[in-house]
């Protein structure tokens, strides 16, 4: 993550420049990377597709760089689970980037510096917010399909990583940080192939009021 404050306003500059979306500093979301059924504790890497996999968090910039991720987590853990247990929720907690957002879908809570589109909107203002946020967070479907393209391994069209929990956690960085060298050295990818896509439940029920006062400040400020 970008930390000298160049670099975060760098950063926001670009994610602006997509839809007009203020202070966005990331967009979050996980992927499920397919692994061979473990002999130990199996059925809690089996996901909502039934297939057995590891649920990577990944934190991309508008370039597709990966600038954060998490990779020690079974297939059946839910997005917001690993969301709150991740250093960089501590980080944004200790108010390390100052003001500034995390994009994510509606598979995540609602926060202060986790933004989440409105589940009904009820205004044009609110509207415009969630068609603002759905184009500047799509960044992270494409990081996704760049990364599992370089990497068919990571991806069901490729089978499934044929070794223990462990060993498949450290492929998936060793790819996650090969695919910011391709980024950086811009090397050229001909085929994207789609994410494996799974729907997340809606967990806004368990927002944080600070969350939807700093959304609704949001939206007053710039969709209004």
């Known amino acids: 993550m970008p930390t000298e404050m160049n670099e975060i306003i760098q950063t926001k500059l670009k994610f602006n420049n997509i839809s007009r979306f203020p202070n966005v500093i990331g967009a979050i979301d996980c992927t499920h990377v397919p692994i061979k059924a473990p002999k ?4 809690i890497y089996v996901n909502r597709k039934q297939y057995h996999s590891l649920n990577i968090q990944v934190v991309s910039n508008p370039d597709n760089v990966i600038m954060d991720f998490c990779a020690r987590y079974p297939g059946s853990t839910h997005d917001a689970f690993i969301w709150a247990n991740s250093r960089l929720h501590d980080r944004f907690e200790a108010g390390e980037f100052g003001i500034s957002y995390l994009l994510g879908d509606s598979g995540y809570p609602l ?4 933004l989440t589109p409105f589940t009904n909107p009820e205004n044009p203002p609110e509207e415009l917010y969630n068609i603002s946020h759905a184009r500047t967070r799509v960044v992270i479907e ?3 399909g760049v990364l599992k393209s370089r990497f068919r391994c990571l991806h069901r069209s490729g089978g499934s990583l044929q070794y ?18 391709c980024i ?3 090397i050229p990818l001909e085929e ?9 439940e809606n967990v806004e029920g368990g927002a944080h009021e600070n969350g939807h006062t700093q959304r609704r400040e949001v939206v007053r400020n710039f969709f209004s």
């Open 40 to 43: 130990v504790e199996e059925n």
């Open 184 to 186: 950086e050295q811009r």
């Open 142 to 144: 494409k990081t996704f």
């Open 192 to 200: 994207i192939i789609d994410d494996d896509f799974i729907m997340n």
């Open 111 to 114: 926060q202060h510096n986790l």
């Open 164 to 181: 223990e929990p462990d060993k498949c956690a450290k492929i998936s960085v060793a790819c996650m940080l090969l695919h910011n060298y």
